[in-house]
């Protein structure tokens, strides 16, 4: 177990599969084992862990006791709350690699591509030294009405769809980093999180926010910053959200992000330090649905195939060089 640089405390893989073996069996079998952790997380959510009692007024406690309190609350919350890996990773590759960014799926809806989605993971899961981030907004789910109701199928129905996905991905290692959308926020906000042991059993990293991955490919760092949502929007400029965030995070080579359905890629050389300029890719992912009641009700054009889906770029091992691909299935064949 590491700390990052402002003290949160972050779990290896290797550390996480250790913490899986601590636990309990509730029957004979393998199949009845559970871990510590998700036992702790039943009691959590049934209101069964150690409570402190609140003072009555008049006998109201010092600080010392307040202090002692919350710190142990914390330490709860931290033992039962869904694990958050650290914003920045660093994983390394030893041959030239396919980063392949995927969101705002939308499963759910009856206006979503997919057959192209299959035909994707398909392709990349095919093609050797090729990775997948996902972006986000996987499932269509409000989790409230009317909203679900103009969907094809029920939230529990739509997770399903997006584990089989994500384990997909996961047992053919090509998952990276799953990043927390809109819509994954909501559900956890109406019910479990349902991102839940998704680095315990995928291997793979969870964001939410923004995150930022250092890819080594061979003796060469690449620098890759997003999240779901960057801040800005331009109707001008479907880069506009990357372009800024990179005034505000500065040093990285690509900066991504999703959330707005404007599919775009920009390449734009920025000055460093010392009067030298390097390439800097800008990249906004497109959805996967067309278009919905939430679109026609604000005006919005459907949406062609053109502007959909999601992008691919590929890191050089030999010389330091970063080719962007807007077709998935093109660079993955």
Known sequence: MKSDDVGHQVYSP??????????IFTGPNEKDFKPEMEVKREFALKGELPVFETPLPGQEKKFDYWSERFRKRQEQYKETA????????EISFKEDTIINFIGD????SPEVHYDRLEQELTAIVNTPDSYVILLGDLVDGFFFNPPQALQMEQPQEQWAYVDS???????????????GGDHELWATKSGPDPYYKFSQDLGAYYMHGVGHLTARVGDIPYKLTGAHKLPGHSIRDNTWAPKRASAEIQGADV?????????????????????????VHFLSLGPYKSMDEYSRKHGWAEQSIEEMFGCSVVLRKDKEKIDYFDDILEINS
Do not use: C, P
Request: charged content about 30%.
């Open 255 to 279: 900066y991504f992000s999703g959330h707005t359905h404007k599919k775009g890629h920009s390449l734009q050389a920025i000055k460093d330090f010392g009067g030298l300029a390097r390439k």
């Open 14 to 23: 290797k550390e996480i599969k250790k913490m899986r073996e601590r636990g």
């Open 82 to 89: 869904t694990l958050v890996e650290k914003q920045h990773v």
């Open 165 to 179: 996905l994500m384990k997909y991905l996961s047992s053919n290692k090509r998952l990276l980093i799953g990043f």
């Open 105 to 108: 799926t939308h499963v759910g």
